[in-house]
């Protein structure tokens, strides 16, 4: 029996309402996740996936930003139709997210101790001294080593490596049914990025945790990830699973991420290059986002926007090339 998602995301708009205009920050955004299952969102930055996150966990601040249409459904549950007390039990315990910053997202004023303690007193029935020893283990689990001294140590006094073990230990704290891992391994040398990378998918495993990933790294997604979403400007603009992605990407904007991945085989080739920088989200082109910076751009790209509709099975594409008679190919 094929299982239903465990959390779906349908048709959402986050737009900011700023003194300059109004950024359209996710325009348009629907996916769904399995739990087991590895969803990877990638883009460059701006593209909306760090505001598609903080937009599931209901942490986007209004003013500025509002989910101004749209559904978030979580285990059956209507995730816009809930209090902020109601979110607080959510976040953390069922839905949890390593945020990209850990710098910014760990209180400089308080020890990891006292943090990571009263996160995981928020939602379990334990004592402190359960709560400390839970927190040993997991500082121990993503590798930090003297973990219940280093209990005491206040966020600065960690590097930027440790720092980020620290917010994936916190985050797994409560065991989540779901985990939200904004750029998990960015400030982590390549050794560490895979044994976090391995404690993920093996927790995974144990838990039956659904993993939404999102990221920058290509190498990545084709480790770790089941589907992957492409997003550009606010909108998704290819969905297919990691392999057929990776063997048939269809959309010019996944042509330049894939080809500026370096050719390990061939050294001497240069890197592909997108040339240009994504749009303003205060004032998008008329027409298709990406036409300005796309070499394969047709005059009518100028003027419409293209739908977002399956090309084949399983995977969607956001494209005009793949409403002429014939598909241009790469």
Known sequence: MEQEPILEVDNLHTHFFTKS????????????????ETLGIVGESGSGKSITAMSIMRLIKDPPGKIVE??????????LA?????????????????????????????????????????HRNVSKKQAIDRA?????????????????????????GMRQRVMIALALSCDPEVLIADEPTTALDVTIQAQILELLGR?????????????????????????????????????????????????????????????????????????????????????CSF???????MDKCQSKDPDFKEESAGHQVRCLLYEEEEVAVK
């Open 291 to 297: 036409a300005p910076r796309c070499k394969h751009a």
């Open 21 to 36: 205009g109004v950024v359209k920050a996710v325009d348009g955004v629907s996916f769904s996740v399995k739990p087991g």
């Open 136 to 160: 040993v283990e997991l500082l121990e689990l993503v590798g930090i080593p003297s973990p219940r001294s280093r209990l005491k140590s206040y966020p600065h006094e960690f590097s930027g």
């Open 70 to 79: 749209g559904g978030l459904t979580f285990k059956g549950e209507d995730l």
């Open 203 to 287: 927790l995974q495993k144990e838990l039956g945790m659904a993993i939404v990933m999102i990221t920058h790294d290509l190498g990545v997604v084709a480790e770790v990830c089941d589907r992957v979403m492409v997003m550009y400007a606010g909108k998704p603009v290819e969905f297919a699973e990691v392999t057929e992605l990776f063997d048939h990407p269809k959309h010019p904007y996944t042509w330049g991420l894939i080809g500026s991945i370096p050719n390990m085989e061939n050294r001497q080739e240069r890197l592909e290059a997108i040339k240009g920088l994504p749009p303003d989200l205060r004032a998008l082109p008329e027409g």
């Open 82 to 122: 809930k209090s902020e007390k109601e979110m607080r039990s959510i976040r953390g315990d069922r839905i949890s997210m390593i945020f990209q910053d850990p710098m910014t997202s760990l209180n400089p004023v308080f020890t990891v101790e006292k943090q990571m303690v009263e996160t995981i007193r928020a």
